[in-house]
């Protein structure tokens, strides 16, 4: 069978799992295209007013999936990534969702519940309902099983040792290699605060990876970070906040404010997310008392490229003055470089 798979929301988390676990079933997998100026206007079209780009933006990709040539397009239903933390109430809806929007192909979308992080026992579960709509089986989904979370476990090692989620989609058949191929350091390094799907969809937010590393500037994301090394930064926030990745990227961002080799934290969120507005106040605050530069971007279906781009050159000279350098130019890349820095006279 051909099985379509939405590059949005999740996608950004857990597509390593996914592709582990149809390629060793043998079922051909259709990634959608990258988010385009099409996508956003299918999502747009068939989905409510008042929710977040990032959920508008998986409509889009879905109906772009509908109109191909797949038996199924995989919406899974991501209960929960740690036990006691849930995820989005409209993430956790998305199966019921894309039913509802797209109603005479409700029967394509293929689901299950999964409950991510909390050992292999629900992720098998969850994966044994996929294989008894498919009609797979049982002995076959086992071993398919196996496959995606070894899969999924290599892909954290990789974010661990520096590379980014899209590294990782370019590698997904050789993630033993990557995992050994070093990370360039850089002279200013620039960490990216946010939910992976936000950090990643370098269409909505103006492709912010690509500025910074045109600029010679090197960065990191909240998720390459083991939640152990940030555990103690709930002391900060009172109490947990109730989703995963809401606290992933409060306290990862706490962790790189407070990290000496860290020059600056961007966090990376979509317009009318009532949770991301919770961790970029509290990045906010912990800033002030650190010391350390944060710029936030917030982008929804009309935000525009060029005074994005302005936005980061003022932000890497920022960094660069309080580093007592010369200040940065990203325009087309033609200025000398410094350190592999772009650089410009003043």
Same mark, same amino acid.
């Given at each position: ?43 747009? *079209? ?16 879905? #109906?772009?999936?509908? +109109?191909?040539?797949? =038996? ?45 992080? /909390?050992? =292999?026992? @629900? ?13 797979? @089986?049982?002995? #076959? ?10 899969? /999924? +476990? ?6 661990? !040792? ?16 990557? $995992? ?26 103006? =492709? ?10 090197? $960065? ?6 083991? @939640?152990?090394?940030? #555990? ?27 990290? @000496?080799? $860290?020059?600056?934290?961007? !966090?990376?969120?979509?317009? +009318? ?6 961790? /970029? ?5 912990? *800033? ?13 279906? /009309? ?25 940065? !130019? ?17």
């Amino acid at each position: 069978m051909k099985i379509g798979i939405p590059r949005a929301l999740y996608f950004y988390v857990y597509y390593p799992m996914w592709y582990g676990f149809f390629s060793s079933l043998g079922h051909e997998m259709k990634l959608s295209i990258p988010t385009n100026k099409e996508i956003i206007n299918l999502g747009v *079209s068939h989905s409510v007013d008042d929710i977040c780009i990032s959920v508008k933006v998986f409509h889009g990709h879905v #109906k772009y999936l509908l +109109n191909k040539d797949v =038996d199924f397009v995989f919406v899974p239903r991501i209960a929960s990534e740690e036990k006691y933390k849930y995820t989005c109430p409209k993430l956790a809806a998305l199966p019921d969702l894309m039913k509802s929007a797209f109603v005479s192909d409700a029967g394509r979308i293929l689901t299950a519940t999964f409950y991510t992080r /909390q050992g =292999d026992k @629900p992720i098998i579960e969850a994966f044994e309902e996929i294989g008894r709509q498919l009609g797979d @089986p049982e002995e #076959k989904v086992k071993r398919a099983t196996k496959e995606g979370i070894k899969y /999924q +476990n290599l892909a954290t090692k990789a974010l661990r !040792s520096g590379h980014t989620f899209l590294d990782i989609v370019k590698n997904i058949k050789n993630l033993e290699e990557l $995992i050994k191929r070093p990370v360039e350091k850089k002279r200013y390094t620039v960490a990216l605060a946010g939910f992976p799907y936000d950090v990643y969809d370098t269409f909505t937010n103006g =492709d912010v990876i690509s500025k910074l590393e045109d600029s010679g500037v090197g $960065i990191v994301t909240t998720d390459m970070l083991d @939640p152990k090394v940030y #555990k103690h930064y709930s002391k900060y926030m009172i109490k947990d906040l109730f989703w995963y990745q809401a606290n992933a990227a409060a306290k990862g961002g706490m962790y790189y404010i407070d990290s @000496p080799d $860290i020059d600056g934290i961007i !966090s990376i969120s979509s317009f +009318n997310c009532g949770i991301s507005s919770i961790y /970029q106040k509290l990045l906010d605050l912990y *800033s002030k008392e650190i010391g350390k530069p944060v710029m936030h971007i917030i982008v929804d279906e /009309q935000t525009g490229d060029a005074g994005l781009a302005t936005r980061i050159e003022a932000f890497i000279d920022l960094i660069r003055v309080k580093r007592g350098d010369g200040l940065v !130019s990203q325009e087309n890349n033609l200025h000398g470089t410094e350190n592999g820095v772009h650089v410009r006279s003043v």
